[in-house]
């Protein structure tokens, strides 16, 4: 897991990052990026998400595979079970994202990370989503993050670390700051 | 797929969604639910989470098996492309709870749902993660999601299905309305 002389750190090719860095510097416009997720709906709560395409440094471009990937809910909340609630699968994306930055910085500041996990959970009150109490919020009203990080660096600097990852996720970001979201409907 | 006199319409069982309701009217801390991903970090960018154990009314459960999915960035972003980034995640998560409370709705209101498949889209400018531009923010700048649904009904009373699955959307809400997060750090 050591530093290599080609620059690979936790993972990360830190060459390539740097690289990288330096080529949206010289061209900004490369960093406009446009993800997506398209959804079919199954029967009852449940549907089929799939994620491939998506446009970035100035193409449109492909996942190597379709990720394929069933939403549902659990029986207790009338549904068939067959996937993850949509609720879960934004605190998935939330500790996947604190995680890819945090391996990151470490490897652009030359510590070596052994072990990173972490732990999501967002307390919800179903009243809201079922239209039972108007002061309910339909989301969540608190997520709480728990992370165990290992290394070779002092304690204060491992948080520091996951701290910057903070400062720069963009799932952290559209959680905790609010994104305007259109919807439009094509009915017949 | 029409509904029979066990109330099954749109896959959703609506007398057990009504008796769910009448139940948490009865008792307003059945609805007390949390949510949970846990994480562990892989390589580089690349992490796998877990959903299984939820709390919900009143205790301890865990999904039929354990959802087990790789988060990671494409190649283009430094990654390996072993799974979905986490923002694509989030537009999963979106687009599945907005088709679960629709097909929910629609059956609650006697409406016969044939066809529902949806896009989303969500514009990001990586100039914010890559700390390039302190005028751009990490996460998505705007979302749009895109709805093609067809039932026995008209394309008004589609559009308001829709409209009212907004309106009581857990993850619509988390995404347009912001939730707190603490993240806590146990390092060393």
Known sequence: MSMTET????????????????????APEAAAFQFRASNRWVSGTHSQGTMHGYFGVGEERVHEQA?????????VLVGSDTGPTPVEYLLHAL??????????????????????TSTVEGDIDLNGILGLDPEVRNGFQQIRVSFVVKGDAP????????????????????????????IEVDAG
Do not use: M, W
């Open 95 to 116: 500790a996947g994202c604190l995680t890819a930055g945090l391996a990151n910085i470490a490897a652009a500041r030359g510590v070596e990370l052994t072990e990173v």
């Open 7 to 26: 620059g690979v750190r936790n993972g990360v090719d830190t060459n390539t990052l740097f690289a990288t860095l330096d080529a949206v510097k010289e």
């Open 155 to 182: 304690a204060e600097k491992l948080r520091q670390l996951v701290e910057q990852s903070q400062a720069r996720s963009a799932v952290f970001d559209v959680i905790t700051n609010a994104v305007p979201v259109s």
């Open 67 to 75: 990720f394929i990937y069933d939403v549902d809910h659990p029986e």
